[in-house]
Structures are given as structure tokens and as C-alpha cells.
């Protein structure tokens, strides 16, 4: 059983377990907390797809941002979803066996950490996540230079997560609505499996959108830019790997 208050500083273990238990109806918590909004967001994220590209979708939870890319690239590219939660990645195989439709690529599921990365088939053309990497904020660095390394040349990221707004009045409402209407949605679904507090907290660890404009540059991407939604509560980060 998970606590309901997550430690300071939880460690892969304890984010794993948090996923797996989360894994069933992790679908309808996100539909809820989006406020209807995440498929828009997902669509952005993938605006450069073309068909033939390949795709890694870093950190893919139940495959929902996967399985879009795969309607993207078509019969002619790929993409790869990985995660380290196993029943995430269960979740996600069986979608992708009643939702797929011979338009799409293929789409393979590994379950590998993302601070392993690159994986043995590298490069890709484009490297995608979706809320991911505040969870892994402790091994960022070692994820940035895995994700530069799994693009070829002129590959791109495209990356979406939550950010704690600057502005304090924001700022407070933000947190509010996460450890309320949040955190009543997460108790509904999961019972005590919800670490209520884990979600703004997360949120609060993680760097601001200009700080993680630098880090992604100090990774050595180039071209970066940030584009925000929802009063800045969502970012979508956009690199080249030279």
C-alpha cells in the first residue's frame, strides 16, 4: 500500500509501485484532471509528424500519445513506447490491439528506464513525452543526454508537462486545485493508492519553463522553445539535436 503522504524525495521504486497500482484507471484520472484539454495538448506535441518517421515516446504510461504518433506516421514508420512500469505498458498493449486500424504504424512496447536510454535500435527521428519527466527529475540529466543521443541529426524533441506558474496568485491556485478537486478525483479512483500531495509536489521540484529551456540547452539541444497553455500550467518544450 502507498502511502498518502509521498516522501520528500521518492525514488524509482516508489514512483513505479505508484504507477502500477494507478495503471487501470489512470485513463479516466487524466480525463478528469485535464480538464478536457489533454488531447489538444497531444496534438500539439505532435504537429511535426510526418508518415515514416520513427517515434520514442519517453516514459508512455498507458499509450494514448503512442498510439496518436502511430496514426501519424502510418504503415511506414514506428514507434516505440517506453516505460518502467510494466502494468502501464500492459494497459497500453491492450489498447493498441483494440483501438489499431491498418493505417497505423507499428507500434512496440519496451519496458526499460528512461535514464537508459539510448536504446540499440537509435536513432529516431523524433523523441516525445507526455507529463514524464517531472516524475524523473532526479536522473534529468542523465535523460537529456539519452534523449539526445536516441535522435539522429535534426531530429527533434517535443515534450509536455506541468509547470508551477512564477506569479503567486497562480501559483496558489495551481497547488489548490491540485491537492483539492485533484486529490478528491484521485481518492475517488484509488482509494489510499493516491499520494494526494505527490502531484503539486512534483510539480514544485521540477525547474520553471525558462530553467528547463537552459537545461535542455546545456544538454546541447539547439533551436529551443517553449510554447504554454492553461494560464502556463502546461508547457510543450521544442529542441533539435544538432
Known amino acids: 500500500m ?16 505508484m504507477f ?17 484539454q489533454t488531447h489538444r495538448w497531444r496534438a500539439h506535441a505532435l504537429e511535426p509528424l510526418r508518415p ?8 508512455c504510461g498507458t499509450g494514448d500519445l503512442a498510439l496518436a504518433a502511430a496514426a501519424r506516421v502510418g504503415p511506414s514508420g514506428e514507434v516505440v513506447g517506453l516505460d518502467f512500469s ?4 500492459a494497459v497500453a498493449a491492450h489498447k493498441a490491439r483494440v483501438r489499431r486500424t491498418p493505417a497505423w504504424g507499428p507500434v512496440r512496447w519496451v519496458q526499460v528506464r528512461a535514464e537508459d536510454l539510448p536504446l540499440p535500435d537509435a536513432p529516431f527521428d523524433m523523441v ?11 536522473n534529468i540529466d542523465a535523460i537529456l543526454a539519452g534523449m539526445k543521443a536516441s535522435l539522429r541529426p535534426g531530429g527533434r524533441v517535443r515534450l509536455l508537462d506541468l509547470t508551477e506558474p512564477k506569479r503567486a496568485p497562480l501559483r496558489a491556485v495551481f497547488r489548490a486545485y ?7 478525483y484521485g481518492a475517488l479512483l484509488f482509494g489510499r ?5 505527490y502531484l503539486p509536489d512534483s510539480a514544485q521540484r521540477f525547474w520553471k519553463a525558462d530553467e528547463f529551456v537552459a537545461a535542455l540547452r546545456r544538454a546541447g539541444f539547439s533551436d529551443v522553445t517553449r510554447r504554454s497553455f492553461l494560464f502556463g500550467t502546461v508547457t510543450l518544450y521544442d529542441a533539435a539535436r544538432p
Open 128 to 138: 516525445v513525452s507526455g507529463f514524464v519527466l517531472r516524475n524523473l527529475y532526479a
Open 2 to 17: 502507498i502511502n498518502l503522504e509521498s516522501p520528500q524525495a521518492p525514488d524509482a521504486a516508489y514512483i513505479r509501485t
Open 86 to 89: 510494466g502494468d502501464m505498458l
Open 52 to 59: 515514416g518517421m520513427r517515434v520514442l515516446d519517453l516514459g
Open 20 to 36: 502500477d497500482r494507478m495503471a487501470r484507471r489512470y485513463d479516466a484520472f487524466t480525463a478528469l484532471i485535464g480538464l478536457g
Open 178 to 184: 491540485l491537492l483539492g478537486p485533484v486529490g478528491l
Open 193 to 197: 493508492d493516491y499520494p494526494v500531495p
